[in-house]
């Protein structure tokens, strides 16, 4: 009886999991059709940033207190791993993409962003010696033919040479977003409070840069053109903070706690989806036939990469040996939001 119990808990936390998954990859595939919007209104990358890490830590900021409460020593045995995730997988990240998105169309930027999950395979062969199978390596062949056609190097246009670099830079920011979020703290902080603390660590690092003036913050208080409207400055910004910061910050902590870093990191490219259909519908950004190809190349290849890993180890033949070594490698490999 306790057995179908377990199961059964363990079926409804994936079940829940899955959902916070997608809906994690949902929201945040929203982020470079507002700051698009922002952009096309005179505000800088470094702005549009700022003011989404920002006004969502404020937002954050009641419900992360109130879980603190009598606990606020746990904040600071985390200090180390905030500082990390604030700085590597929240401010980095964003100015990267937002820097590509005022460039190149959002589903291509998004795309390059993405072989950052295959920049985590390498990381983790290099750094740890889990050398790759056969799939992975054929998943990442896949995908650099895929980033090859995304370019669309033999095309009539060139893509804004700037804006990939940009993009290629998120995709080490996103390979550093699913290593932190795989951590392996033994008492791991809240999801609303991780989401909030690193929020305060990215926005105060994010204005010390853009004080000095290596961070551009320009700003204006103008109307915005979305989804075919004129509407005021706020309505991008609220997007931007609460949902895609807020709900999929939050989402994707708590997603990667009920299923495992790695399951999360997979269904992540999801995200790449939902934000071509978000870019197309609000911004009118289709991607050409041949980068819609490369697309699903890369999410071919990432998928392949993914699933390999997945995969558990074969035992030799010989002696039954004792499940030391199942995927619940999660807690020290990389993984998703």
Same mark, same amino acid.
């Given at each position: 009886?306790?057995?179908?119990?377990?199961?059964?808990?363990?079926?409804?936390?994936?079940?829940?999991?899955?959902?916070?998954?997608?809906?994690?990859? %949902?929201?945040?595939?929203?982020?470079?059709?507002?700051?698009?919007?922002?952009?096309?209104?005179?505000?800088?990358?470094?702005?549009?940033?700022?003011?989404?890490?920002?006004?969502?830590?404020?937002?954050?900021?009641?419900?992360?207190?109130?879980?603190?409460?009598?606990?606020?020593?746990?904040?600071?045995?985390? %200090?180390?791993?905030?500082?990390?995730?604030?700085?590597?997988?929240?401010?980095?990240?964003?100015?990267?993409?937002?820097?590509?998105?005022?460039?190149?169309?959002?589903?291509?930027?998004?795309?390059?962003?993405?072989?950052?999950?295959?920049?985590?395979?390498?990381?983790?062969?290099?750094?740890?010696?889990?050398?790759?199978?056969?799939?992975?390596?054929?998943?990442?062949?896949?995908?650099?033919?895929?980033?090859?056609?995304?370019?669309?190097?033999?095309?009539?246009?060139?893509?804004?040479?700037?804006?990939?670099?940009?993009?290629?830079?998120?995709?080490?920011?996103?390979?550093?977003?699913?290593?932190?979020?795989?951590?392996?703290?033994?008492?791991?902080?809240?999801?609303?409070?991780?989401?909030?603390?690193?929020?305060?660590?990215?926005?105060?690092?994010?204005?010390?840069?853009?004080?000095?003036?290596?961070?551009?913050?320009? %700003?204006?208080?103008?109307?915005?053109?979305?989804?075919?409207?004129?509407?005021?400055?706020?309505?991008?910004?609220?997007?931007?903070?609460?949902l895609a910061a807020v709900i999929s910050y939050v989402a994707?902590?708590?997603?990667?706690?009920?299923?495992?870093?790695?399951?999360?990191?997979?269904?992540?490219l999801s995200e790449m989806l939902f934000a071509i259909l978000?870019?197309?519908?609000?911004?009118?950004?289709?991607?050409?036939?041949?980068?819609?190809?490369?697309?699903?190349?890369?999410?071919?290849?990432?998928?392949?990469?993914?699933?390999?890993?997945?995969?558990?180890?074969?035992?030799? %033949?010989?002696?039954?040996?004792?499940?030391?070594?199942?995927?619940?490698?999660?807690?020290?490999?990389?993984?998703?939001?």
């Amino acid at each position: 009886m306790s057995i179908v119990g377990t199961r059964a808990a363990r079926a409804a936390a994936g079940g829940a999991g899955l959902a916070l998954a997608v809906l994690s990859a %949902a929201t945040f595939s929203t982020s470079g059709t507002f700051a698009s919007a922002l952009n096309g209104a005179g505000w800088s990358p470094g702005a549009a940033v700022l003011v989404r890490v920002s006004v969502a830590a404020l937002i954050l900021t009641v419900p992360a207190v109130i879980q603190l409460r009598g606990r606020w020593a746990l904040l600071r045995r985390n %200090a180390r791993a905030v500082a990390a995730y604030g700085l590597l997988a929240v401010a980095a990240p964003q100015v990267c993409f937002f820097n590509a998105v005022a460039r190149i169309p959002v589903g291509v930027a998004l795309l390059l962003e993405y072989l950052g999950v295959v920049l985590v395979v390498g990381w983790l062969w290099l750094r740890h010696g889990q050398r790759p199978r056969r799939l992975t390596v054929g998943g990442g062949a896949v995908a650099i033919a895929g980033l090859a056609m995304v370019l669309d190097l033999a095309g009539p246009g060139r893509i804004n040479a700037v804006g990939v670099v940009w993009a290629l830079l998120g995709a080490f920011g996103l390979a550093s977003f699913f290593l932190l979020s795989a951590g392996g703290e033994r008492e791991p902080l809240p999801p609303i409070v991780m989401a909030w603390a690193g929020m305060c660590f990215a926005t105060a690092c994010l204005a010390a840069v853009g004080g000095t003036g290596l961070l551009p913050i320009t %700003a204006g208080a103008g109307s915005v053109r979305l989804l075919g409207h004129q509407v005021s400055w706020i309505v991008p910004v609220l997007g931007l903070s609460l949902l895609a910061a807020v709900i999929s910050y939050v989402a994707g902590i708590g997603a990667a706690r009920r299923l495992g870093a790695k399951l999360v990191s997979f269904v992540s490219l999801s995200e790449m989806l939902f934000a071509i259909l978000f870019a197309w519908l609000l911004l009118g950004q289709l991607p050409s036939a041949i980068q819609f190809l490369g697309g699903a190349f890369i999410l071919g290849g990432v998928a392949m990469v993914r699933l390999d890993e997945l995969r558990p180890s074969r035992a030799p %033949a010989g002696p039954a040996r004792p499940p030391a070594q199942q995927p619940e490698l999660a807690s020290s490999q990389a993984g998703g939001r």
